[in-house]
């Protein structure tokens, strides 16, 4: 047993109730030793990994981890949300009472850490001194020691920030236990993960997984599941959004947008672009934030924003110069990065993954494939398998970010001044459409219809309605989020703009992306805020407007004038069909407020006499 007193005081944790957390959970996981770790023990701890192989040296001090096999992304269908209250269960938070998670998650856990080391991670989910810091301070357990690397990157990690709690109760009791992960029986009837989030009692139990969403909990567990149910009891909103600014350099005048695309949809790579060459002199993007926004009516009567994270866990595929040079800054040596299931070369410590360059290394002597078999030794039917898993990510911190904004601690916030929404939509969806009705806001971010990806397991391509982004992250019923979206956004007198992206519009034929995308989005913002700004008048449509080909700034842009007249086009017939699904996917959420229908049946109507 673990003498836990020595530890926490070794370790300066006075907090009593963080103190009594850790020594309940240590108890029942057995774990032979606890220690207290904060982001100064970063270069000890990489160390100890690479001296224990669980990472492997990358040139220029960057590491890699090669995760399990069957532990690559998240479990949607293993990830549940707990309480004492049945009203909370809603159509995609797999609810239960929380007497049975707590009771289920003690039996799976008993003994689990036995021989190995609990790490306590105190963490917070704010920028200090930010009127929602009360619901940011965390304290994670592991007994990952890769978890807690990421941890270090992904959040500001510290004793200093629970020790002085103003209500020293009032933290986020994150417990991870990885599990034995070769016998956990992934994906089979008989699959042993649980992800549950006791929502009313702001506890995390996550077992099985040392994977990004399901281990490091501060992120997705703590700062968008169980956070978005603190904002729904305490008057904020937390969604899966990036948050970034268009600063127009002539004026020094900064737009802020946040973005809810779904997973894998590109957040990452909008809130980190760089202007095209051709627009650069004039636009450039801050970043803020790639994955998470907490939201609140300020006092002067504007919607106010934050990132609550301190790094980026991105996706590797495809980042490369030209798609995101600002990504590529943020990953070189010196950086810190850990890369994750991308494909390594034990000889030259070299990473890959598709799309990094047009071509893999022709050389392929020392290449591991990301489940570490050697490419060399292919067979004619495994030659043309991907190096690097799809989901492989690339985690970094704030720093390393060469675009991060001035303020992007600055605990006030930035207000808001769009809210766009966006995903994987094959046809329909044009590049963008603009909108100022608030309920048709939230009814077009409750309607956000998109192809799922890689980033959770064994979906990809499957077209589905993800709600603001946030079906895998919702925490009560939907009807409620509705009507919560409508309150907060009622305690505004300075409305955002709304809008609707989509970058993915293919050809029906051979399948092409009409639209560049990538650096090229930054043209789409620029004519949502010149339109917020009345510069520009836009073609109304029955759901929104759209801009005309003389508004966008197409200077350099390389596109088939056909693509981009498809692009700016409503397909009226398709909207038909699709208000009929819509009507059918908001029936299943109970309680779904009366402007919500009211504005769909607007839309509906618009849609039948255009
Ligand atoms: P999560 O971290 O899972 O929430 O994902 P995200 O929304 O931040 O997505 P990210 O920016 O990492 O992009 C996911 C994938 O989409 C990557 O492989 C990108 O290369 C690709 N992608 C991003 N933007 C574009 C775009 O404008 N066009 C195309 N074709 N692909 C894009
Ligand atoms: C997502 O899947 O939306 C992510 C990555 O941001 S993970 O942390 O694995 O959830
Ligand atoms: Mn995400």
Do not use: C
């Not at 009594?20 to 270069?43: F, Q």
């Not at 965390?138 to 209500?167: C, F, K």
């Not at 499957?462 to 919702?474: A, G, K, Q, T």
């Not at 009409?514 to 805020?529: D, H, K, M, Q, Y």
Request: net charge negative; hydrophobic share 35%; proline share 5%.
């Amino acid at each position: 047993m673990a003498d836990v007193d020595a530890a926490l005081d070794a370790a300066g944790l006075t907090n009593p109730h963080v103190r009594e957390y850790v020594k309940y959970w240590a108890g029942i996981t057995g774990a032979e030793r606890v220690e207290v770790v904060g982001a100064d023990d970063d270069a000890r701890l990489v160390q100890e990994a690479l001296d224990a192989g669980e990472l492997q040296p990358v040139t220029g001090g960057r590491t890699y981890s090669r995760s399990y096999i069957k532990d690559t992304a998240r479990a949607e269908e293993r990830t549940i949300v707990a309480t004492s209250d049945e009203s909370d269960k809603g159509l995609y938070n797999n609810w239960q009472p929380s007497d049975q998670a707590k009771e289920n998650y003690l039996s799976l856990v008993q003994g689990a850490s036995e021989g190995k080391t609990m790490y306590v991670v105190p963490y917070l989910m704010a920028p200090q001194g930010s009127p929602l810091e009360k619901f940011a301070a965390g304290v994670e357990i592991t007994d990952a020691r890769t978890v807690v690397l990421h941890m270090i990157r992904m959040a500001r990690v510290g004793v200093n920030y629970i020790n002085e709690l103003a209500e020293p109760d009032h933290f986020v009791r994150a417990v991870h236990v990885t599990g034995d992960l070769p016998n956990l029986g992934q994906g089979t009837p008989d699959d042993k993960r649980y992800f549950y989030t006791i929502a009313d009692e702001r506890t995390i139990l996550h077992f099985g997984s040392s994977y990004g969403g399901n281990a490091l909990l501060g992120k997705i567990a703590h700062g968008l599941r169980l956070a978005s149910y603190d904002g729904w009891k305490n008057g904020f909103l937390v969604e899966q959004f990036l948050l970034l600014g268009v600063k127009d350099k002539q004026t020094g005048e900064v737009h802020n947008i946040v973005g809810g695309f779904p997973s894998a949809s590109g957040k990452t790579n909008l809130s980190m672009t760089l202007a095209p060459d051709t627009l650069g002199d004039r636009y450039e993007i801050e970043f803020y934030g790639d994955d998470i926004a907490w939201l609140w009516p300020g006092e002067d009567g504007r919607l106010y924003a934050f990132n609550p994270e301190f790094g980026v866990f991105g996706v590797a595929r495809d980042t490369n110069e030209k798609s995101n040079p600002t990504a590529i800054d943020a990953i070189q040596p010196g950086t810190g990065t850990i890369f994750t299931n991308v494909a390594y070369n034990e000889k030259t410590q070299e990473v890959w993954w598709e799309g990094k360059t047009k071509e893999h290394p022709t050389d392929l002597d020392g290449w591991l494939d990301w489940k570490g078999e050697r490419i060399a030794d292919r067979s004619p039917e495994t030659a043309d398998e991907a190096w690097a898993h799809p989901n492989s990510r690339f985690t970094t911190t704030m720093a390393n970010v060469p675009n991060l904004a001035e303020g992007y601690a600055n605990p006030a916030g930035v207000p808001v001044d769009a809210i766009i929404f966006g995903g994987r939509t094959r046809d329909r969806e044009p590049l963008i459409r603009s909108f100022t009705d608030v309920a048709e806001g939230v009814y077009d971010g409750l309607t956000l219809g998109a192809e799922a990806t890689f980033a959770a397991d064994g979906l990809e391509g499957v077209l589905r309605y993800d709600p603001m982004s946030m079906r895998p992250f919702m925490s009560y019923g939907e009807g409620d989020y509705a009507q919560h979206w409508l309150d907060v956004l009622g305690k505004t007198t300075e409305k955002p703009i709304f809008a609707h992206v989509n970058w993915f519009q293919r050809d029906p034929e051979d399948g092409h992306f009409l639209w560049p995308g990538f650096r090229e989005n930054v043209r789409a913002l620029v004519w949502l805020i010149e339109s917020k700004n009345g510069l520009v008048k836009g073609n109304p449509t029955p759901v929104g407007m759209i801009p005309t080909k003389d508004e966008l700034l197409l200077e350099g842009l390389e596109i088939e004038p056909g693509d981009l007249d498809t692009l700016l086009t409503i397909d009226i017939e398709r909207w038909k069909q699709e208000i009929g699904y819509r009507e059918e996917h908001l029936k299943q959420f109970v309680g779904l407020p009366e402007e919500i229908w009211e504005a769909h049946r607007r839309v509906a109507a618009d849609i039948d006499a255009a």
